[in-house]
């Protein structure tokens, strides 16, 4: 990998990004929109020298980095504690939302693109999780409907990152015959079970003895903590366990126990959020760069179907847990910039769900996955090959940036017609 070349991709990179942040600005646009949107321009520039050439492992070295930093930082938010009413309702929405997209996402993409094998439509229902944050600037003040959404971004992007890394472990492991996926369950249920132990207990033990030991550092806290973070998944995936795991387990300690008394969750949580701002720029861009989103209207108008279908089953998924019985007491909620009690306040409207069914895009977790996946198959000889699986990721990775692309566009428009029509005390609407 040249150097030049290096430096001219974190060149334009960094540039996209500084235009990208005054555009959004200015136009009141999705940050992630822009971004996408330069990828794909940058794609087209570079036709005649692709991307590969730059190099996969800086590739895959910034999405899995981008990965890390979302898991730890979303560990230390999921606080024991501060387990409320509102967040067992986002534990439930995001649950039942997963498997109606594993149940009815996934077959529509199989039928749709003729796919071959079954393993790309799982990938591409995975993820489309939700990410409330893609769109959360430019939405308005805060309620109880945002800061829903919220937690329920957080859980489902955990639970697409666990889903996205079992589902390659396996596939990694197993034969494919004939076109058919033909995974041996009883075969893998022991080396799947032990890498995913693994994971778990490298970051217990390593948090255990990195917070004992840093709550003695007087300084440089977040710094520590974020090579304690690095060093858990490499020691994790080292001992072929999961380093995403041991990720989580380790900020789930680091969240609930602290760093030290004078450094918290809070401030650790800072510093992996604005060191996630840098990285989140250029994992957008190169999403974007190599998904080469064709624009024939076949193509447009299967993802556009996608995302009606996708904003169905978030609603399906509403009406589905409103069957289970509600809670009457919880926590507290900031709005407005005060805390407001919820108690008797999780009882949706018709418009509060129609809202938040179209105002989650998939996000930065989708993107990162996206040029994880691609570094990681693209111009590898595998078995999978047998089945055109690499060659049918292109295809799920391509959809799955165009169903991003759909979803922020749904969302804006959500956002708009959520906000107050009138000024004054009298003025209605969610935002």
């Known amino acids: 990998m040249e150097v030049l070349s290096v430096l001219t991709l974190l060149a334009v990179i960094v540039l996209a990004g500084a235009l990208c942040s005054f555009f959004s600005r200015s136009l009141r646009l999705p940050k992630a929109l822009l971004l996408l949107l330069s990828g794909m321009s940058l794609r087209f520039l570079l036709r005649s020298q692709p991307l590969g050439e730059w190099g996969m492992v800086f590739l895959s070295a910034l999405a899995l980095l981008m990965l890390i930093m979302i898991v ?14 509102l967040s067992g309702e986002a534990l439930r929405f995001a649950g ?16 749709l ?10 990938l591409f229902a995975v993820l489309v999780a939700p990410d409330w944050s893609m769109v959360q600037r430019v939405t308005g003040k805060e309620s109880r409907v945002t800061e829903f959404l919220g937690r329920e971004s957080r ?15 396996v596939v990694q492991t197993s034969e494919q015959t004939s076109g058919v996926l033909a995974l041996d369950f009883i075969g893998q249920a022991a080396p799947v079970l032990q890498h995913l132990v ?9 948090g255990l003895i990195g917070l004992r030991i840093l709550r003695k550092v007087e300084a440089f806290s977040s710094l520590a903590v974020a090579g304690f973070v690095l060093f858990a998944f490499v020691l994790a995936e080292s001992l072929r366990g999961n380093g995403v795991l041991a990720v989580a387990a380790l900020g789930l300690l680091a969240g609930n126990l602290g760093v030290r008394k004078r450094t918290g969750p809070a401030e650790v949580s800072a510093f992996f959020s604005g060191l996630s701002e840098w990285v989140a720029v250029g994992v957008f861009v190169l999403a974007g760069c190599v998904a080469e989103i064709p624009l024939n209207p076949v193509f447009l108008a299967k993802t556009l179907a996608l995302f009606v279908l996708l904003v169905l089953v978030r609603f399906i998924a509403f009406l589905i847990i409103s069957i289970i019985p509600q809670g009457e007491t919880g926590g507290t909620v900031v709005a407005g910039g005060a805390i407001r ?11 509060e769900k129609a809202f938040m069914s179209l105002s989650a895009p998939p996000g930065i977790v989708t993107a990162a996955i996206v040029l994880a996946l691609w570094t990681l198959f693209a111009g590898q000889a595998s078995s999978l ?4 699986f690499p060659t049918e990721l292109q295809v799920v990775l391509q959809a799955v940036v165009a169903v991003m692309i759909w979803s922020i566009l749904g969302a804006l428009g959500a956002a708009a017609a959520a906000r107050p029509r009138t000024a004054g005390p009298r003025a209605s609407g969610l935002l």
Do not use: P
């Open 72 to 85: 730890f930082e979303a560990g230390l938010q999921l606080r024991i504690r501060e387990f409320d009413t």
């Open 96 to 111: 039942a939302g997963l498997v109606l997209r594993l149940a009815l996402i996934s077959g529509a993409v199989y039928a």
């Open 113 to 122: 693109f003729s796919l071959r094998s079954f393993i790309g439509a799982l």
């Open 155 to 169: 859980i489902s992007s955990l639970l697409a990152i666990f889903a996205v890394f079992i589902v390659i472990g």
């Open 198 to 206: 693994t994971g778990v207990a490298v970051g217990v033990v390593l």
């Open 341 to 351: 009690n919820i108690k008797n306040t999780l009882r949706w409207t018709l418009r």
């Open 385 to 388: 090959y047998a089945s055109g």
